[in-house]
């Protein structure tokens, strides 16, 4: 078993501390920056490349991108389809399946600001 100093502590510690802020209610703030015709959105997490299709269709007159990254937080975000069908991603994922809706009234809810 792994000491309290090696990488399986650490990388658990972190998942625990994760755990820790969703049983407190904490939430996770979504961000854009908008430069002329590019959008830009900083996303929680590491998001399957569905959720910037699916921001550049509701923004198709705009040069769409993401920076998503999630180590220590919620790491790998899939779709509810893929939460279907399995995968290592989806097997290391602390969310559910729900977690697309709430992605996606976000990215809305930014563009609606627009």
Not at 49 to 74: H, N, R, T
């Amino acid at each position: 078993m792994a000491t309290g100093d090696g990488p399986y502590m650490a990388n658990n510690m972190g998942r625990l501390g994760w755990y820790k802020r969703a049983l407190e209610g904490k939430t996770i703030d979504i961000g854009s920056l908008s430069i002329e015709n590019a959008q830009i959105f900083f996303m929680p997490g590491e998001l399957f490349v569905e959720y910037q299709l699916a921001a550049k269709k509701m923004s198709p007159d705009k040069f769409v991108a993401m920076a998503a990254y999630g180590d220590y937080g919620p790491f790998y975000i899939g779709t509810k389809e893929a939460y279907k069908e399995g995968g290592y991603e989806i097997l290391s994922s602390p969310v559910t399946e729900d977690t697309e809706k709430v992605i996606l009234k976000a990215i809305q809810s930014i563009n609606d600001k627009l």
